[in-house]
C-alpha cells in the first residue's frame, strides 16, 4: 500500500465514524445545542463541510468549482466557523447540511486519490488564510484526519447528551 493510499483510507476512515454517529442521533435533536458543550450536531456538521473542504480540497488542489456551484462555502464558513453555534441555528435544514457532507467527504477522497506521492511534501496551494498547521499537503491531509476525530469526539459528547451513549457493538454488564 502506497503512503497517498494509506492516507486516503485513513480520510475515508475518520469520515464513516462521523457518519456513523451521526446517522444514530434522530434529526430533530441535531438542532439541540447543550450548556455544556455549546454546540450541536448540526454546527458540527456545516463545521466539518468547511473543515473537509479547506484542509483536503482547497489546499490540496485550489478551488473546486463544481462544489462552489452546489454549496455555499462562503455563508457555510461564516455559519459554522466565526460565529458560535446559537448564532447558527436555523441557517440550514439537517438534511441539506448530511448532504452537504457526504458531498464534501466523496470529493475530498477523489482529491486525495489523485494525489502522487512525490506531491505529499509539495507546499499547500495558495489560499487567502494560512492554513493553521500546516505546510505541506501530507500535513494538511494527517491535520484532515485528527481534526475530523476530534469532532468526531465532540460528536459523541452530543449524542451522549442530546439523545444516548453510543452503541459501539461493547457487550457492558
Request: proline residues 5%.
Given at each position: ?20 454517529l451521526v ?62 453555534p446559537l ?87
Amino acid at each position: 500500500m502506497t503512503e497517498t493510499q494509506m492516507l486516503v483510507d485513513q480520510t475515508a476512515n475518520a469520515y464513516q465514524w462521523i457518519n456513523k454517529l451521526v446517522e444514530t442521533v434522530p434529526r430533530e435533536k441535531w438542532n439541540i445545542i447543550p450548556p455544556t458543550v455549546e454546540s450541536s450536531i448540526d454546527w458540527q456538521i456545516g463545521h466539518l463541510i468547511i473543515s473537509h473542504y479547506f484542509h483536503a480540497i482547497m489546499v490540496i488542489r485550489g478551488h473546486q468549482m463544481d462544489i462552489l456551484q452546489q454549496l455555499p462555502i462562503r455563508e457555510y464558513s461564516e455559519w459554522f466557523t466565526v460565529a458560535a453555534p446559537l448564532q447558527s441555528l436555523g441557517k440550514v435544514d439537517s438534511a441539506t447540511l448530511e448532504e452537504g457532507l457526504l458531498l464534501m467527504q466523496k470529493k475530498s477522497l477523489a482529491i486525495l486519490a489523485t494525489l502522487r506521492a512525490s506531491e505529499l511534501d509539495d507546499p499547500l496551494e495558495p489560499t487567502p488564510a494560512a492554513h493553521p498547521i500546516a505546510t505541506t499537503k501530507r500535513e494538511a491531509i494527517d491535520w484532515n484526519i485528527k481534526h475530523t476525530m476530534y469532532h468526531c469526539g465532540q460528536l459523541g459528547l452530543i449524542k451522549r447528551i442530546v439523545d444516548k451513549r453510543h452503541d459501539f457493538g461493547l457487550r457492558l454488564n
